[in-house]
Each structure stands twice: as C-alpha cells, then as structure tokens.
C-alpha cells in the first residue's frame, strides 16, 4: 500500500466517520435521555406493544421493497451518473411495497378480531409508508455521498420525535397512539426534507437505466436471506416474549435493549462509513492490509466499550430504568455482547457485500437465525428473559463464526485469533459477575476492565493520537 493511497482510504473513512459521529451522538443520545421519560409515562405493556412495532418493520420493510435502499446504496457509489434513474427505481419499489401493505391493513379492519388489534393493523400500514421512505431516502443520500443530507435528515428526525412526544405524551396524554403518531411524522417530514435537500426533483427528470433497474432488484432479492435472516436475530426474541410471556415481559426486555443500544453509536458510526469505504477500495490489491488494520482497531473499539459499560452498569440502569422497569438491568449483560459480535459480523458482511456477494452472509445470518428460533424457545421456556438473551448472544456468535470463514473466499484478515479469544471469555465473565451480583462484583469487573484496555492500548493510543491531530489541524 503506498503511503498516499492509504492516507486517501483512510482519510476518506475517518472523514465520513466524524460527519456520522455527529449524526448518532447528537441523535442517540437524545433518545438515550429519553428512556427514563418513556418508562416513566408508558406501561411496561404498552413499550412493549411499540416495540413489536419497531420489530415488525425492521423485518417488513427491507423484505417487502426488497432492499430497494441497500440496492441504492450499493449501486449509487458507483454509478454517480445514473442516481437519477436509481431514485425513481428505489422509490417505485417503496411505493408499491407500501401500497401492499395498506391493502393487508385495510382488510384487516374487516377480520373478526378484537378492535385494538383492527387499530394496530391500521396504524402499521401507516408507520410503514412513513419508516420505508425514511430508510429509503437514508440509504441512497448515503450512496451519493452526501453524507451531510443524510445526517441532517436523522438529527431533524430525532428533533422532530423528541418534540412530537413532548407534546402528545405529557400535555394531551396520548401514551402509545401519541407515541407513534409522532414517529410517523418525524419519519415521513424527514424523508420529504432529504428528498428536496438531495436534489431529488431534479434526479427524477433523469431516465432509468433499465438493465442497471435489473441489477438493483436482483442484488436487492439476494439479500432477503441475509435481511431476512439479520431480523430473526434481530427480533424475533421479542416475539416469543410477547406470546409466551406477554407484553409487560417484553417491554422490560425492549428497555434493555436502550443499554446495548449505547455500544450500537458506535457500531453504526463505523458500519456506515466501513460500508462505503469497502465498496471503493475491494478491488485494490492492498485491500488486505487495509481490511485487517480496519477490523483490529474495529474490534478494539467495541469490546473495549463493552467492558467499560459493563464495569458501570449498576449506576446507569439505576438511571434509566425507572417503576416497573427496574429488573431490565439484569437481562443487560448478554445483549450487550451480542452486540460486540454482531458489529463484527456487520464489518464481515460489508466486505461481502462490496464482493457483491450477498450469498455468504445471507447462509451465516440464515444459520444464525435458525439457532436462534431454537434456542429462544428451548430457554424462554425454561429460564424466561435471561433465556432470551443468551440465546441472542449464542446466535450472533454462531453468525459470526460462520460470516468470518465466508469471508476468507475474498480477504484472509491477518488477525490475533488468540488474543480476541480471550479478551472475549473476559468480557463473558464481567457479564455474568454483573448478573450473580457477587460481592465485590463491580471491583472484579473494573480491574477486568482494565486488563482489556491494556490488550488494546496500542489500539487504542493510535486512534487517540488520529483524533488529536486531526482536531490540531483544524
């Protein structure tokens, strides 16, 4: 790798890295001070109910307009020429995938099932139209590189929820109807503000690329498996947990989900710049070297932040979880290390994916979710929200077994096998000191905290001393 081609890569990810720092930090973290208001003004039964709703279109949406904005992302990179026609693909998608939907929820007013549910299905169909064209307009402001229109549509989205809620849930009292009538306008004005800023009335004066249109829906058909697949882990202990334990069960195991959630800032800043670096740089002959320093310091990152929220875990569910919601904390400790190997698997799909190679991690999420449907029956059954959440953990690091072998078909990372294996075990043992409550617990768990600092310090000083002299440049 010649010394300015890796300056060009690099400085090409970290740039994109501190536009999408901002973005989630400003985002997240506004929604993460929210959690103490939502589980002070909702239900353990009625979070629960919003939460399968954010479940049912993690799934819904990348299923039914069959990835129309990964393919967009994927495509937009590049073919900078053709976005036009690819906006108008996209959007044809979204829109008729939304048109199903609403036909699904109208005739659902007709079944002979309670009213609430008759509502539920209704006001799906809406959050649907709304959430598919947010997403949509995310992923391909991401594929033409405007990364600033992007993150202005999610923290206008945040922005938007934060203050909606305010008012529906505290001065008219709504509680989950408000709730979600404020999603569905953050969601549905953020995606007209993208579309606009992005230039969209302009790209939809362009013609489509009829054999590039065909690309994009047989690329988009071969990640079902892995989207598909992705959600499975995703979710779908949220559903066992409904109908097994009920929606009072399944809102604290929702609110435990706001901890891990924390790690995820920093899992999603990287995977959407990792995401568009690997498409430009897959076909360059050092992409190995990059790949691997990539993946270390990747690794470092998030199992160093795991640890350290795991050595404080006490006082920060003290804070957040408020009334019935209290128990959360213990279900907090697995989901959060699902998240290290989930990352992981992220970084590996995205190599993948650059290889337009859907296949590979479409089988290690496949074989993850299929564990995983397993798992969560066999262990809700027998040890209840805990079950749920070691069989998450056992899934995700199944997939990411799997999706690192697939991977070496296209890059072999030049990685210490031996030194993340045990800096794991540690942070499985600081886990469940965390849940036994033994004593001393949290003076085991610091001193553990440091031991995989330590590991990582020259990972770790070298992405201090990036930052320090970028921040010395400006």
Not at 58 to 77: D, H, M, Q, T, Y
Not at 245 to 266: D, E, H, Q, R
Not at 385 to 394: E, Q
Not at 424 to 453: D, F, K
Request: aromatic share 14%; with cysteine; charged share 15%.
């Amino acid at each position: 790798m010649t010394e300015q081609n890796r300056k060009t890569k690099t400085g090409y990810l970290l740039s994109n890295m501190a536009l999408f720092t901002v973005s989630n930090f400003v985002s997240k973290l506004l929604v993460f001070l929210l959690v103490p208001f939502y589980t002070n003004v909702l239900t353990t039964a009625q979070y629960g109910t919003a939460d399968v709703f954010q479940s049912a279109l993690l799934l819904s949406v990348p299923l039914l307009s069959f990835n129309a904005g990964e393919a967009a992302l994927r495509f937009g990179i590049e073919n900078a020429d053709k976005r036009g026609g690819i906006l108008k693909t996209g959007l044809r998608r979204v829109l008729i995938s939304a048109a199903v939907v609403f036909l699904l929820g109208a005739a659902a007013l007709f079944l002979p099932v309670d009213r609430t549910l008759r509502v539920y299905a209704a006001l799906f169909a809406m959050i649907y139209l709304c959430d598919a064209l947010y997403e949509f307009m995310l992923l391909f402001c991401q594929g033409c590189e405007n990364v600033k229109v992007m993150i202005t549509g999610s923290v206008s989205c945040t922005a938007i929820i934060i203050a909606s809620n305010m008012i529906v849930l505290l001065v008219f009292h709504m509680g989950l109807y408000g709730y979600l009538f404020s999603q569905m306008a953050a969601f549905l004005l953020s995606a007209v503000l993208m579309f606009f800023l992005v230039g969209g009335v302009g790209y939809l004066k362009d013609e489509e690329d009829t054999e590039l249109s065909k690309e994009m829906f047989s690329y988009g058909r071969g990640m079902l498996l892995y989207s598909t697949s992705s959600w499975v882990n995703n979710a779908l202990d949220r559903f066992y947990i409904l109908l097994m334990l009920g929606a009072s069960s399944n809102g604290i195991y929702g609110a435990a989900y706001k901890i891990p959630a924390i790690l995820m800032v920093f899992q999603r800043i990287f995977a959407q710049s990792f995401q568009m670096s690997a498409t430009k740089s897959y076909r360059e002959k050092d992409s190995r070297e990059f790949f691997s320093k990539l993946y270390t310091l990747y690794n470092a990152v998030m199992t160093s932040g795991c640890a350290v929220i795991l050595a404080v875990l006490t006082p920060l569910g003290a804070f957040m979880f408020r009334k019935g919601f209290a128990s959360a904390v213990y279900y907090v400790p697995f989901l959060l290390i699902s998240v290290i190997f989930g990352a992981l698997t992220g970084f590996l799909g995205s190599i993948c994916l650059a290889y337009r190679d859907p296949k590979s991690m479409g089988f290690a999420t496949a074989a993850g979710a299929a564990l995983n449907m397993i798992l969560n029956y066999v262990l809700i059954m027998g040890f209840g929200l805990i079950g749920a959440a070691a069989a998450t953990l056992a899934s995700y690091f199944c997939m990411f077994i799997i999706a690192f072998v697939r991977t070496g078909k296209h890059v072999r990372l030049q990685i210490s096998i031996i030194r993340d294996c045990c800096v794991y075990l540690l942070i499985l043992a600081e886990g469940i000191l965390c849940m036994s409550r033994s004593p001393y617990y949290y003076v085991y768990n610091t001193i553990i905290t440091i031991v995989i600092l330590l590991i990582y310090f020259r990972q770790i000083k070298e992405i201090i001393q990036k930052k320090v002299k970028e921040l010395w440049k400006r």
